[in-house]
């Protein structure tokens, strides 16, 4: 199978064993790549109803199609799951060099089974793979754990590794690899469930494509459209550090629990205030574009505070949910998350949810370990990350996420929940970006902006079409062609590099065909349909799980409360037809009222065995 490793990883932690099983070609054909394996194995594997941290979920980190070639911004590999914040299937996704060095080691994915009875880190070379005991790992952070596989085995290997959030069952812990992060959905938190402190791979470059001539033909042409487009020179300049600037100016701007759009001062976050800062750039493997920023806070409380980042979800989690414009904050905070491996979304989100109740007297002092949540208090909420990442005191009661916390404290808190499914939103206003906030709804995996909810044609994009983001009306059709992404998103491309002049719909089909000879691959709406396919699995996972169209929802702020948005457009902003956008969605989509994928679409798409598993739901309607 050229283009492809051939082969997967099956490790069962429970018996200790780690084989190879061979990458049947049909699986390939149908689903591409990263996080296409992980829906496809996951359905297949999982039986309905497993609790996310027992024993019998799986884990499967699977590396994009293109990963460790010569193109560019083809690097993203992924984590599927089932989640321990949502109960719904997860996706997360991350960047770096672990996916090549996945790629380079002759598997397309790992798959993670069991429950090690004492701590243990996978360690994969090209003569095979081991478990070894991470008795001297368990307990340090992700730097830490990194450094001594580093120190142990050479600056050559690469690693995926959980921090003490994980161990502990924070339960959105991510998994960090060098200071990336697949965050999202708490992966991190069921590799720590199966007593798994790191994979760690050692491996050097090892591709075999179809027709390697052509290949570094097509990826040259893509350097030279990248290069000499706007988008690619500043990404390259700033990364995100704009964010705080572009989405204030809109409106979209969450502040104080998505009751704002617009932090005030905000221009003092501005690239330029993070320019002073920093020190390095970072970038994914063969990525020239380096969009990553690495800051060091020279003085004051957080000096010495370093991060690869923040990126703008993280700066915006640490600033807007407190309504804060401390940037050295956000750098302390985003350090922290990154070494005890925390989402940085839903923990700034959680916070922010906790400020709110401490504003509104549900919570006191004295629940809050004296912490006094005061809007504006950054040195509250850099404790608040310690505290969770440890669950020490009111930080054990956030590290359940904000539904499960909201629960345990009662009085009214799950009125303030910011989160779909489960899953707290992240920095894009829902109010004054409506296809996002519908994108957010009917997400598979909770309130996610990179699960094909952002829909990037309210910021202008003409493809299919662009938009009026404060209309609610012909939105389904934007949300549908964004989230049938994910077989892009198989193929491992970052969303960056979208923008960067005109080389995707040109390139990326016949860069697949040289590397597979797959010829399929070069068609466009080929793609679309191996990502609409993934879109139904998904789905179907879900609805065996028990959710349908009461789960397509969105928090109660957003549907009855006006955005107030200071100076930007979008004053007054509410969505008020989701029950209407909810029938257009589900019809174009071929499912059930209540939002199941029909007999027909399952078949029409080559699932026919998710059909059995679907017709006890058909029966149920949306009114019962």
């Known amino acids: 199978m050229k283009g492809y490793a051939g082969k997967f990883l099956r490790v069962n932690l429970s018996e200790g064993t780690a084989t190879n099983e061979p990458l049947p070609e049909q699986v390939a054909m149908d689903f591409i ?71 380079f080691a002759g598997y397309d994915f790992i798959l993670i089974e069991g429950k090690a009875e004492k701590p243990v880190y996978l360690y994969i070379t090209a003569d095979g793979a081991q478990l070894r005991d991470a008795g001297e790992l368990w307990g340090r952070d992700t730097a830490q754990t990194q450094d001594w596989l580093s120190r142990n085995y050479g600056k050559d290997v690469r690693t995926a590794c959980i921090g003490p959030a994980a161990e502990k069952l924070v339960r959105y812990s991510a998994i960090v690899t060098g200071r990336r992060t697949a965050s999202r959905c708490g992966a991190g938190t069921v590799m720590g469930s199966k007593r798994l402190k790191a994979v760690a791979i050692k491996a050097k470059r090892n591709l075999c494509l179809h027709d390697p001539e052509k290949f570094s033909e097509l990826a040259k042409e893509q350097f030279r459209i990248m290069k000499d487009s706007k988008d690619y020179k500043y990404n390259k300049e700033y990364g995100t550090t704009e964010g705080a600037i572009t989405r204030n100016v809109l409106g979209v701007y969450p502040v104080r629990n998505f009751r704002y759009g617009q932090l005030i001062g905000y221009e003092q976050m501005g690239p330029e205030a993070f320019r002073k800062m920093r020190v390095a750039d970072a970038g994914c493997y063969g990525c020239s574009m380096r969009c990553g920023k690495v800051h060091v806070v020279p003085d004051g409380p957080y000096a010495g505070a370093r991060s690869e980042g923040p990126e703008y979800e993280s700066y915006w989690a640490f600033s807007g949910s407190i309504d804060s414009t401390s940037v050295e904050a956000t750098i302390a905070a985003d350090q922290l998350c990154d070494d005890l491996g925390m989402d940085t979304i839903s923990t700034g989100n959680t916070i922010g949810f906790a400020y709110e ?125 964004n989230q049938n992404g994910a077989g892009l998103e198989a193929g491992g491309i970052c969303a960056f590099a979208f923008s960067c002049g005109d080389w995707f719909p040109k390139l990326f089909g016949r860069m697949m065909v040289a590397a597979t000879g797959i010829e399929e691959f070069a068609d466009r709406n080929y793609l679309g349909r191996v990502g609409e396919r993934i879109w139904n699995l998904d789905r179907a996972f879900n609805a065996r799980d028990g959710f349908d169209r009461r789960h397509d929802t969105l928090p109660q702020r957003v549907q009855t409360e006006p955005l107030h948005t200071r100076e930007a457009p979008g004053e007054g902003q509410m969505i008020r037809t989701l029950d209407k956008f909810l029938d257009e969605y589900y019809r174009l989509r071929g499912w059930t009222d209540n939002g199941i994928p029909s007999r027909e679409k399952l078949q029409e798409l080559g699932l026919g065995h998710v059909v059995k598993d679907m017709e006890p739901f058909w029966k149920k309607t949306r009114t019962g």
């Open 33 to 103: 790549a990263g996080r296409g394996f992980g829906s496809k194995y996951l359905y297949d594997e999982l039986a309905p109803n497993i609790d996310p941290l027992g024993e019998h979920n799986k884990l499967i980190l699977a590396t994009g199609m293109l990963n460790g070639s010569q193109a560019q911004s083809v690097s993203r590999w992924g984590a599927s799951t089932k989640s321990p914040l949502t109960g719904c299937i997860a996706r997360s996704n991350s960047g770096g060099d672990f996916g090549a060095w996945m790629k």
């Open 357 to 481: 109740l401490y504003e509104k007297g549900i919570i006191t002092k004295n629940d809050t370990d004296g912490l006094e949540l005061t809007y504006g208090n950054h040195a509250a909420m850099v404790s608040l990350v310690k505290k969770i990442g440890n669950r020490e005191g009111f930080g054990d009661i956030l590290a359940e996420g904000t539904v499960r916390a909201a629960q345990r404290i009662g009085k009214g808190a799950e009125a303030y929940t910011m989160q779909t499914k489960g899953l707290e939103l992240p920095g894009y206003e829902p109010r004054g970006l409506k296809a996002t906030g519908f994108g957010y709804a009917t997400s598979t995996i909770g309130g996610s902006h990179g699960n094909g909810s952002l829909a990037f044609q309210e910021w202008g994009m003409p493809v299919p079409r662009a938009v009026d983001r404060f209309s609610e009306e012909d939105k389904a059709d934007i949300v549908i062609y």
